[in-house]
């Protein structure tokens, strides 16, 4: 048995502390839910929360999102593939793009559907994932802001999603002043600037953000209060609105050290022998929860005594050491998590998920 669990009122608390900065610096936000995997419940406790504006990767999940909740702004946050055209246009009030040939077919989509679709032109920042590259960026919008069923509501840009490029103020001031270059020669306002994400938040509260930055997309920081720059927890927000809970199956003292042949694990991973260990034993436990699930080194687990060892593809091993809590078989051990580790159970169908009020 493994479930993921998340406590709404740190989830709630979380929001509010953002919204709360957000709203002091004048600033739009909103809330990136790619990490949910469109999963119904969780969505709802996302809605439930007052929030205006949802990001999401998948048009399947806006699809659900507007279901649910069809005066919510919905953002699709990458560059559309075509056959899901269609959809953007029927799902995403608002998506972010980069190609010429997609945003005509989005256009003449839009006026079959008799709809006005916003975009976000995305721009290359360094980080080297989507973005029209900035000398190309006049010439570009030139090509799009006439567009009939089109409209460009922001210049936006990605930190850290690849290569893990850190936002700056001077690249945030180099992104403002795109968006005025923009504006002057065309003589058109445009919205947002769009250049917050959980990686940008320190600069807010270090008071280093340039003004014309003025639209956020929040997902990390609000479900697990990280900030990226030092891997703390922002002060005053929880780390723990999520958590994975998962019954021990097997519990044994065992040798520390393998003994045979090594080769590597269906992993690919070779085990390196630390002779210190041999003769040594410990307590080591399997849980009910694997590789198909969750990369091990994402679990963060709430005892300090407790060391992850390992997984295979359903089962995970951990170390109790001398086992001094007295767990046995059929007891629970509680685990946070990081956002990749969050993600992987969010899409296993074998992890069960349960609100916590």
């Known amino acids: 048995m493994a479930v993921l669990k998340l406590y709404h009122n740190k989830l709630q608390h979380n929001y509010n502390h953002l919204d709360r900065v957000?709203?002091?610096?004048?600033?739009?936000?909103?809330?990136?839910?790619?990490?949910?995997?469109?999963?119904?419940?969780?969505?709802?406790?996302?809605?439930?929360?007052?929030?205006?504006?949802?990001?999401?990767?998948?048009?399947?999940?806006?699809?659900?999102?507007?279901k649910m909740a069809p005066d919510v702004q919905t953002v699709y946050i990458k560059p559309a593939p075509?056959?899901?055209?269609?959809?953007?246009?029927?799902?995403?009030?608002?998506?972010?793009?980069?190609?010429?040939?997609?945003?005509?077919?989005?256009?003449?989509?839009?006026?079959?559907?008799q709809r006005q679709h916003k975009i976000i032109i995305m721009i290359e920042m360094g980080d080297l994932r989507e973005g029209v590259m900035g000398e190309e960026l006049v010439d570009f919008y030139e090509s799009v802001f006439e567009l009939p069923g089109i409209s460009v509501i922001g210049l936006g840009a990605n930190f850290n999603c690849l290569h893990g490029v850190m936002p700056t103020q001077d690249k945030l001031i180099q992104l403002c002043l795109y968006k005025q270059i923009i504006e002057a020669k065309f003589n058109r306002q445009i919205p947002w600037v769009s250049g917050g994400t959980s990686v940008t938040i320190p600069l807010l509260f270090n008071h280093l953000l340039p003004k014309g930055v003025n639209h956020f997309r929040i997902g990390e920081a609000l479900f697990f209060g990280l900030n990226l720059f030092?891997?703390?927890?922002?002060?005053?927000?929880?780390?723990?609105?999520?958590?994975?809970?998962?019954?021990?199956?097997?519990?044994?003292?065992?040798?520390?050290?393998?003994?045979?042949?090594?080769?590597?694990?269906?992993?690919?991973?070779?085990?390196?022998?630390?002779?210190?260990?041999?003769?040594?034993?410990?307590?080591?436990?399997?849980?009910?929860?694997?590789?198909?699930?969750?990369?091990?080194?994402?679990?963060?687990?709430?005892?300090?005594?407790i060391s992850v060892i390992g997984a295979s593809s359903d089962m995970l091993?951990?170390?109790?050491?001398?086992?001094?809590?007295?767990?046995?078989?059929?007891?629970?051990?509680?685990?946070?998590?990081?956002?990749?580790?969050?993600?992987?159970i969010l899409n296993s169908r074998y992890i069960e998920k349960e609100v916590v009020k």
């Open 230 to 305: 030092t891997n703390e927890t922002f002060e005053g927000m929880h780390d723990d609105v999520f958590e994975l809970v998962t019954e021990i199956i097997e519990l044994t003292e065992k040798p520390m050290i393998p003994s045979g042949i090594l080769a590597d694990n269906p992993s690919g991973e070779s085990f390196e022998i630390d002779e210190s260990l041999y003769g040594k034993t410990s307590h080591r436990a399997i849980l009910d929860v694997g590789l198909l699930d969750v990369n091990p080194k994402f679990l963060i687990p709430r005892d300090e005594n």
């Open 317 to 344: 091993i951990v170390e109790l050491g001398e086992n001094e809590q007295n767990f046995k078989v059929g007891d629970v051990l509680r685990f946070n998590l990081r956002y990749m580790g969050a993600l992987s």
């Open 82 to 113: 075509k056959q899901s055209i269609p959809d953007i246009i029927k799902y995403a009030d608002v998506s972010f793009q980069t190609e010429l040939e997609i945003i005509r077919l989005l256009s003449e989509e839009a006026v079959r559907q």
């Open 22 to 66: 957000f709203r002091e610096h004048g600033i739009d936000w909103g809330i990136v839910t790619k990490l949910l995997c469109g999963h119904e419940q969780f969505l709802k406790e996302v809605l439930a929360l007052g929030v205006k504006e949802i990001h999401d990767s998948r048009v399947s999940n806006l699809k659900t999102i507007k």
